[in-house]
C-alpha cells in the first residue's frame, strides 16, 4: 500500500490544556514513528480554542528534537500572515538542526478569521493574490538566487522540500506549474479534490525538484476495535465542525452517544459532506473504506488525520491505521 503519514493539529481537549496537547503530540510522533509513519506534519492555526499548533516552526522543532527518523514539517504554513524571508529562515534553522527531516507545505489562506488574520500585521487585501510571487520568492532564498537582494542565512543553499497545499484548483494549477508536489485538504474540504487531482497531474511540469506528479490526500481515520466505538469516537469531529461552522469554535469535546441522530437535517448534510473523506470503524471497516477511496483517487501518499478525544484512543486509531498500511 502507498505510504501513510500523519497531520496533527495538537488538539487542546476540553479539561486540559496547550502544554498536555504538546505533550501528546510529541508522543504520537514517537509512536508514529515506530509504527512506519512516513512524516509528521503540524498545521499553522490562530485564535482557536481547540488548536495548539499556532507556531508552528517551533512546534516542529519540538516534535523533531523528541524523534529520531519521521520527517516533521508544517502543513502548512500560511504564507500570506508571513514574509517569506522570516520562513526561509525558520525553516533553514529546522532543516540545519535536523538535516534531512524537514518538510515545509504552504497554504494561501489565512488559517483564522480576519480579525485574527490583521492582528497578524499582514495586508490581507493584497497579500493572497501575491502566494505565487510569495512561493517564487521562498523558493528564491533557499536557491540563493541573486534576484534577491538579501540572503536567508540560515537557509540559502539548503534543500527543503516545498509542497503546495489547497483546497481548491488554484493550489493545484500551482504546483503544476512549479514542478512542486501538491496536497489536497481532502480531509475538510474535499469538494473539488477529483477535478484538482486531474488538473495537477495533467499540467505538471517537471522541475528540479519533482521528475513526476505527486499527490497527497487528507483522510480522516477514527478506528477502533469496534464499528460502535469508532462511530462515538468520531462524535468529538462531529461536534467541533459543526460548532466551528456556527460560529462558536472551542476545544475538542468528549465523544456523545447520538450526536449524529440529535442534529438537524442541514447539519447532518453539512457533516456528510467536509467528512466524506472518512473512514470509521473496526479494522475490517476501515480497511474496506481505505482501499476504496485509494482505488478511486490514486493517491501517492495518504496523510492521516485523528481527531480523537482520548489520547490513548488516538493512538490505538493510528495503530489501527498502520497495521493495516503495512499488511497491504
Not at 516552526?57 to 523533531?64: E, K, M, Q
Not at 493517491?299 to 486509531?317: C, G
Request: charged share 20%; hydrophobic share 45%; net charge negative.
Amino acid at each position: 500500500m502507498i505510504p501513510f503519514s500523519i497531520l496533527d493539529l495538537s488538539p487542546i481537549a476540553e479539561g486540559s490544556d496547550a502544554a498536555t496537547s504538546f505533550h501528546r503530540s510529541l508522543d504520537l510522533a514517537r509512536h508514529g514513528e515506530r509504527w512506519g509513519y512516513q512524516r509528521f506534519w503540524l498545521a499553522e492555526h490562530h485564535g482557536m480554542p481547540g488548536i495548539a499548533s499556532a507556531a508552528t516552526a517551533v512546534l516542529i522543532g519540538h516534535v523533531a528534537a523528541g524523534t529520531e527518523r519521521i520527517r516533521v514539517g508544517a502543513g502548512g504554513i500560511m504564507l500570506p500572515n508571513h514574509s517569506p524571508l522570516v520562513i526561509a529562515e525558520q525553516f533553514g534553522t529546522l532543516e540545519a538542526l535536523f538535516p534531512g527531516r524537514i518538510d515545509l507545505g504552504l497554504g494561501r489562506a489565512p488559517g483564522s478569521d480576519h480579525v485574527t488574520a490583521r492582528a497578524l500585521r499582514r495586508n490581507l487585501a493584497s497579500d493572497a493574490d501575491e502566494f505565487p510571487q510569495d512561493v517564487v520568492e521562498l523558493m528564491d532564498y533557499f536557491a540563493g538566487s541573486t534576484r534577491r537582494p538579501v540572503r536567508a542565512v540560515p537557509g540559502e543553499g539548503l534543500d527543503v522540500p516545498l509542497w503546495i497545499l489547497g483546497s481548491s484548483l488554484f493550489g493545484a494549477q500551482l504546483a503544476a506549474q512549479l514542478g512542486l508536489p501538491y496536497a489536497f485538504a481532502s480531509h475538510f474540504a474535499p469538494q473539488m479534490m477529483m477535478q484538482a487531482i486531474e488538473l495537477y497531474r495533467a499540467n505538471f511540469r517537471p522541475s528540479a525538484k519533482l521528475a513526476q506528479p505527486y499527490v497527497m490526500l487528507g483522510f480522516n481515520v477514527f478506528a477502533a476495535d469496534s464499528d460502535a466505538e469508532a462511530q462515538l469516537l468520531a462524535t468529538s469531529m462531529q461536534q467541533a465542525f459543526v460548532n466551528l461552522r456556527s460560529g462558536r469554535p472551542g476545544r475538542l469535546k468528549p465523544p456523545k452517544a447520538g450526536y449524529y441522530e440529535s442534529l438537524d437535517l442541514p447539519e447532518r448534510m453539512m457533516l456528510d459532506s467536509v467528512l466524506s473523506c472518512s473512514a470509521i470503524g473496526s479494522p475490517a471497516s476501515v480497511k474496506e473504506q481505505l482501499q476504496a477511496f485509494i482505488a478511486r483517487t490514486r493517491p501517492d501518499e495518504l496523510m492521516i488525520t485523528s481527531q480523537i478525544f482520548d489520547h490513548a484512543a488516538r493512538l490505538r486509531s493510528y495503530e489501527i491505521t498502520a497495521e493495516l498500511q503495512r499488511a497491504g
